[in-house]
């Protein structure tokens, strides 16, 4: 992964986690505190940018097993049947598409980190495939060391913890079994490659300040324009904490 770093100043960071999770919050607040910073954010969605053959995977997957397509939301709910759909058959289906994704995701990291953006955010990365696998398989688990050795490492992959059922009313498109299902996988993920940071369940402002803090220790970011030259590149832990304290 240095070698992709090693001539730009671009930083990464992924967050991963279970349906409900909050992901989309997190990340628009990072993404609100940065640019208020005078910072360039560039956000990739992993399934609309990175992952391959999607609308067929969408369709095929609607036809066989007679899912409900789109985004759940509280007010109306839907019963997705993909990812929770589970036999040998499909994961095969899946080291395939997994293979292909993290070809995918590799290619996309090395455009990212060549922009000129202060932060590249990837809404999920590989470890949200990675996580619907049998794990305790050990020709998964070689499988898994082979796609984190083709995947970068971003500088922090924030994994938000989060209570199945309160995820689910708030996104509820999958059986809340396998939201329960999901998160432990997570979590047994995160123990075999490591590297992973957990931020527990909490509330939507702790969260944030805890996703915050892990930005200011691992991450440094380069001088604005019309600092001079000797000036070394700003650090995280020097922008304003003011941000922290905002909704």
């Not at 708030?170 to 299902?181: G, I, V």
Request: charged fraction near 25%.
């Amino acid at each position: 992964m240095d070698s992709f770093r090693k001539n730009n100043l671009a930083n990464f960071v992924s967050f991963s986690g279970i349906d409900g999770a909050g992901k989309s919050t997190q990340i628009e607040a990072l993404c609100t505190w940065l640019r208020e910073d005078s910072r360039k954010v560039l956000v990739i969605r992993f399934w609309d940018d990175v992952a391959r053959l999607t609308t067929l995977r969408e369709s095929t997957g609607h036809r066989l097993f007679k899912g409900d397509n789109g985004i759940g939301t509280p007010a109306l709910p839907i019963n997705r049947r993909d990812k929770n759909v589970k036999s040998s058959l499909m994961t095969g289906v899946r080291l395939i598409l997994y293979f292909l994704d993290a070809l995918s995701l590799r290619a996309a990291v090395r455009k990212a980190l060549r922009s000129d953006a202060d932060l590249v955010i990837f809404d999920r990365y590989s470890y949200d495939e990675l996580a619907n696998l049998p794990l305790g398989n050990p020709a998964i688990r070689m499988y898994i060391r082979l796609i984190n050795k083709i995947v970068p490492k971003p500088q922090i992959s924030y994994f938000l913890d989060a209570d199945p059922a309160k995820a689910r009313e708030r996104k509820p498109e999958y059986p809340l079994e396998f939201l329960h299902t999901n998160r432990q996988s997570f979590l047994e993920l995160s123990d075999q490659i490591g590297g992973i940071s957990v931020i527990p369940s909490m509330p939507i402002q702790e969260v944030k300040r805890a996703i915050f803090r892990l930005a200011f220790e691992k991450i440094s970011f380069r001088a604005l324009d019309g600092k001079s030259k000797g000036d070394a590149p700003v650090n995280a832990d020097s922008i304003q904490l003011a941000g922290l304290d905002r909704a």
